[in-house]
């Protein structure tokens, strides 16, 4: 295994495959993202949203959002984005959007939405909620789309500071069954690495990648993420030091393509090594 370069190469991550486990615009930007770094980019969408138990208040809701009878709309994750999208929402220039992270705030950009603020430091429900409550001294009207499983924190830190919230379920979240194919190329080894973006998608890594060889770097998005993805059952190789997409791209092209013959070996072994450039 060649670990040592005298210069930093070009495209570091020239000869990977590394699994995109989320499709649509945002996973097409991510594929475009690890292509300019030389890799070969699987896109396997692990997870999608299905649609929520009470669809006449989320449909009330995006009536009001397009009306413009919020002052803010928050979105907690990139899937909110995809039921945005797929509505085709409205949200006039007198609502403004609060996005969790980086990632969320480049899926919205990435269907044509404007993003207005992305926490300074916690990624995290209860830190966009100290940062709304620190910009918005004033009671705010404001739209907290959730998932189902989602932890009420937000709603409840900006209720407790006197905003108006209408907490809604825009949907549920579903598993999708891999290929045959991309489930082999996982066992085999011939996936390098797997983008772990979310808690979900590491439930989903889990359930259908049982047999995933040593050599295959599992990355997450940032600390929060590996730590939901450590109890999903995860093994955690590498996590970004910021939860953005360009973050996680840099912290595996720190590692050195691991040899063909390791790629077999149970996940039990050495890791490809970290680069000495």
């Known amino acids: 295994m060649n670990t040592a370069s005298q210069h930093v190469p070009a495209k570091p991550l020239a000869g990977w495959r590394v699994l995109v486990p989320r499709g649509g615009p945002w996973g097409d930007g991510v594929a475009a993202t ?9 896109i396997a969408p692990l997870i999608n949203f299905a649609p929520t138990n009470d669809q006449a208040t989320l449909d009330q809701a ?21 039921v945005l999208y797929a509505y085709r929402a409205v949200v006039p ?9 980086e990632t969320t705030a480049a899926a919205l950009q990435a269907v044509g939405y404007r993003v207005d603020l992305v926490p300074d430091l916690d990624n995290s429900a209860a830190g966009m ?14 739209l907290a ?22 907490s809604v379920i825009a949907y549920r979240t579903v598993g999708v069954p891999v290929t045959d194919r991309i489930a082999e190329d ?11 973006t979310s808690g979900s998608v590491a439930e989903q890594v ?8 040593s050599t295959t ?27 953005t997409v360009d973050a996680l791209i840099d912290a595996v092209a720190r590692f050195s393509l691991p040899h063909a013959a390791d790629e077999f070996a149970p996940r039990t072994g050495a890791l490809p090594l970290p680069r000495q450039d």
């Open 93 to 101: 220039t007198s609502t403004r959007i609060a996005a969790v992270g």
């Open 206 to 213: 889990h359930l259908q990648f049982r047999d995933i060889p």
């Open 217 to 243: 770097l599992i990355a997450a998005i940032g600390p929060r993420t590996a730590k939901d993805a450590r109890r999903a059952g995860l093994s955690v190789d590498v996590v970004a030091d910021t939860q």
């Open 186 to 196: 996982v066992r085999s080894g011939r996936i390098n690495a797997i983008l772990v």
């Open 62 to 82: 995006l009536a009001d959002l397009a009306a413009g009878v919020f002052d803010w709309l928050t979105v907690t994750s990139a899937t909110t984005v995809d």
């Open 145 to 166: 789309l959730r998932s189902e499983i989602a932890k009420p924190v937000l709603t409840s830190m900006l209720s407790d500071a006197g905003h108006r919230v209408r």
């Open 129 to 142: 909620a100290e940062q709304l409550i620190a910009l918005e001294p004033q009671a705010r009207d404001i």
């Open 34 to 42: 690890l292509r300019r770094q030389g890799a070969t980019p699987v």
